[in-house]
């Protein structure tokens, strides 16, 4: 199918060429593609997360396990915020991208579910989900629902497993090593990649930030759709700064 007229010298039209002649293309999300579903992002002025605290103090594992109850007072809002948050055209603009055989795979840094929400069947979660808590004392894992439910019941807000030791949600805290099997799984895929498609990230967090350096030494190209500056937008093949669902969505249609 012909991309539609004009649309060859556009931005969004010359990375539709790279994907087009690409015999790999590996996505990596950031916080960024999840803004449309109406989740704040971290460190935008005025409606980051990160605004108003320090998330040393709020979201280090060293936190959690000195002041549980303050930690969840600020995790447990996370968990009520993104409840009822749905996928958006970003998203679903990437399943589109994998159904018709577009796109490998999707590398997020979110934890928000919505890559799988949407549909993404190879999505690689390096910073974690919320998908589950567990304890690490007796290993012991709960689903979101029962971690919410148990958030709610207890009397200072701390969702305690079985053995009455207080849950960590599965995500990775600062002071936390990346999930080794999905940094592996990352890097591997990046490197084979001809195009990175790196998606509403600040590519600032390391070692996630390392990705597109791993595409380049690979000889692959590497794409920046993000609003605001990143440290690739001189040396990416391409930047598109504009809207994250409008940017996706004409990819798609200019393929």
Same mark, same amino acid.
């Given at each position: ?13 010359? /990375? ?127 689903? /979101? ?111």
């Amino acid at each position: 199918m012909a991309p539609p007229a004009g649309t060859e010298t556009t931005g969004v039209g010359r /990375l539709a060429g790279l994907v087009r002649e690409a015999r790999s293309v590996v996505a990596l999300t950031g916080a960024g593609i999840s803004v449309p579903s109406g989740i704040p992002d971290f460190r935008s002025p005025g409606s980051g997360l990160w605004e108003n605290v320090d998330p040393m103090e709020v979201a280090h594992i060293d936190a959690w396990r000195a002041d549980p109850e303050r930690f969840w007072h600020f995790y447990g809002d996370r968990f009520t915020t993104l409840r009822d948050k749905r996928p958006n055209g970003a998203h679903a603009a990437l399943v589109e991208l994998e159904r018709r055989g577009r796109l490998d795979a999707v590398i997020t840094q979110n934890i928000d579910m919505l890559h799988r929400k949407a549909g993404t069947e190879r999505l690689v979660e390096v910073h974690g989900t919320i998908e589950h808590s567990s304890c690490l004392s007796c290993g012991a894992q709960v689903p /979101l629902e029962e971690t919410r439910e148990r958030l709610a019941a207890d009397p200072v807000g701390v969702p305690r497993c079985d053995c009455g030791r207080p849950l960590k949600p599965d995500v990775v805290l600062f002071g936390e090593w990346l999930p080794e099997g999905a940094l592996e799984e990352a890097y591997a895929l990046a490197a084979g990649a001809d195009v990175l498609l790196c998606i509403g990230s600040s590519l600032e967090v390391h070692p996630v930030a390392q990705l597109p350096s791993a595409t380049r030494a690979g000889g692959g190209q590497v794409a920046v759709i993000t609003q605001g500056a990143t440290p690739w937008d001189s040396r990416a093949a391409i930047k598109l700064d504009g809207d994250v669902v409008a940017e996706l969505q004409a990819l798609v249609a200019a393929l």
